[in-house]
């Protein structure tokens, strides 16, 4: 089965501290994995996509098939990071493709 | 302004009463989708559609119905039959290839009364 855990609901840190949101996942194909932010009061947003193997912010995500892992990193957290991030699968369904996502992962980062 | 747009943003309903929520979308896409957000739930599909006249059951499409007759538009009907619709749904769209990524409306929050 598809699937996506994301096991820490909430992740609270200090500013300047390093952050590592975890995101495991369980797919039988090659997966594409992204992260999805959603700061307060605004939209969900593609954070980045494992593919494009590129820094957003600050963040990246190192994709692991042999821990079927993706986790989102950032070395130095900032108040401004504090959001809701969810973390993404696109699978493959008789041909449609849809996303998979997470529980997701609340980060607090406190001044 | 391009972009997806949903409405309304807040809707009442009374038990037993259908409901339709707005989504539509300019930037072009051929794939759109309608998840629901629950706390601690993340977001779980409930409809999703590739192209206009066709749409794919998500995982609790339960007490759902959508339609798709324009590119633009993918309404969703939250009927009777849902038992428990009081939630926040969330419309996208995107290209509908599995690198891409999905653009996301502002959300409309349901509550049944």
């Known amino acids: 089965a598809q699937r996506v855990t994301q096991p820490e609901k909430l992740l609270s840190v200090f500013k300047g501290a390093p952050v590592e949101l975890k995101c495991n996942y369980s797919?039988?194909?090659?997966?594409?994995l992204f992260w999805y932010v959603q700061y307060s009061r605004q939209r969900l947003q593609l954070l980045l996509r494992h593919i494009s193997r590129e820094s957003i912010k600050g963040f990246t995500a190192d994709l692991n098939k042999g821990e079927t892992s993706f986790h989102l990193k950032k070395p130095f957290a900032q108040e401004e990071d504090s959001a809701m991030y969810y973390c993404a699968l696109s699978g493959d369904s008789g041909g449609y493709n849809k996303l998979i996502f997470g529980a997701g992962t609340r980060l607090a980062v406190h001044p | 302004d391009g972009g997806i747009t949903q409405s309304p943003k807040y809707l009442f309903r009374k038990e037993g009463q259908n409901v339709t929520l707005s989504c539509e979308q300019n930037?072009?896409?051929?794939?759109m989708y309608w998840y629901r957000q629950d706390p601690g739930q993340g977001l779980r599909l409930i409809y999703y559609s590739q192209i206009v006249n066709d749409f794919q059951k998500g995982d609790i499409a339960e007490g759902y119905s959508v339609s798709r007759e324009k590119k633009e538009s993918f309404p969703l009907t939250v009927t009777s039959a849902q038992k428990n619709p009081t939630a926040f749904y969330l419309c996208?769209?995107?290209?509908?290839?599995?690198?891409?990524?999905?653009?996301f409306g502002p959300g409309t929050r349901l509550t049944v009364l």
């Open positions: 930037l072009n896409h051929d794939a």
């Open positions: 996208a769209s995107g290209l509908g290839t599995a690198y891409n990524e999905q653009f």
């Open positions: 797919y039988s194909g090659s997966p594409e």
